[in-house]
């Protein structure tokens, strides 16, 4: 079974630029979260979506980020313009449903470097 | 969300078992425990989880007291490649309906010759 997929993998960019990245979720996954990883800390969730409807984005910094997932499958997570202190790994992460039994699996996240 | 204790480092022999402990005092009763690795430059690897009984899978056993309080994941005959950062989360429930897990800074384990 194909795992999570995430793409671009890395990204450098300079501060006030915009950069996007892409998630594939694994086949009939329902449930689809964007996290952000800043080096030394946990991750910390940004937004969750239950098909193409937004679950909780209640962490995610909407002046300059913005996620979409149209058609209830692939997502896209932007930020625009970037500063220094959005250079983290964003990782994707699905899992079937709601419930909470159902595992959480992680994709190798997208590296981002603002300079 | 309920918040879990963790060491902040462990040390382990190799082909000993590793114990990580996890304290989770403010857990919920529909609220799981799950445990995730991350090793550098990878995204976050799910080990396994549980809710009430004791689980075991190929790669660990979950064990969590009868108060829920607190559980321990156990690695029986850790391997150098299990050096990494092991986070343990409970399953927040949201109002909302959705759910989320919410990572602390996990216990960074290193096992050694």
């Known amino acids: 079974e194909a795992g999570v997929a995430q793409s671009p993998r890395y990204k450098i960019i300079e501060k006030r630029q915009s950069v996007a990245f892409w998630c594939n979720p694994i086949?009939?996954?329902?449930?689809l979260y964007w996290y952000q990883q800043i080096l030394g800390q946990g991750p910390k969730l940004l937004i969750q979506?239950?098909?193409?409807?937004?679950?909780?984005d209640s962490q995610l910094p909407k002046d300059r980020f913005s996620a979409e997932r149209l058609k209830g499958v692939d997502s896209t997570l932007k930020i625009q313009p970037a500063k220094l202190e959005d250079s983290a790994v964003y990782l994707c992460?699905?899992?079937?449903?709601?419930?909470?039994?159902?595992?959480?699996?992680f994709g190798e996240g997208s590296w981002l470097t603002v300079v | 969300d309920a918040k879990t204790t963790q060491p902040p480092s462990m040390d382990c022999a190799e082909g000993r078992a590793a114990n990580l402990p996890c304290n989770h005092s403010?857990?919920?009763?529909?609220?799981?425990v799950y445990w995730y690795r991350q090793i550098h430059s990878q995204g976050p690897q799910y080990i396994i989880h549980g809710l009430k009984n004791n689980e075991t899978n190929e790669m660990a056993s979950l064990i969590i007291t009868e108060d829920r309080k607190s559980s321990t994941l156990i690695l029986p005959h850790a391997t150098l490649r299990d050096t990494a950062v092991y986070y343990c989360?409970?399953?927040?429930?949201?109002?909302?309906?959705?759910?989320?897990?919410?990572f602390g800074t996990g216990t960074q384990l290193k096992v050694e010759l």
């Open positions: 992460a699905s899992t079937t449903g709601l419930d909470g039994g159902n595992t959480i699996y």
């Open positions: 086949s009939g996954h329902a449930t």
């Open positions: 979506f239950q098909n193409n409807g937004v679950v909780d």
């Open positions: 403010t857990i919920s009763g529909n609220e799981y």
């Open positions: 989360i409970v399953r927040a429930i949201l109002t909302g309906g959705g759910n989320k897990l919410t």
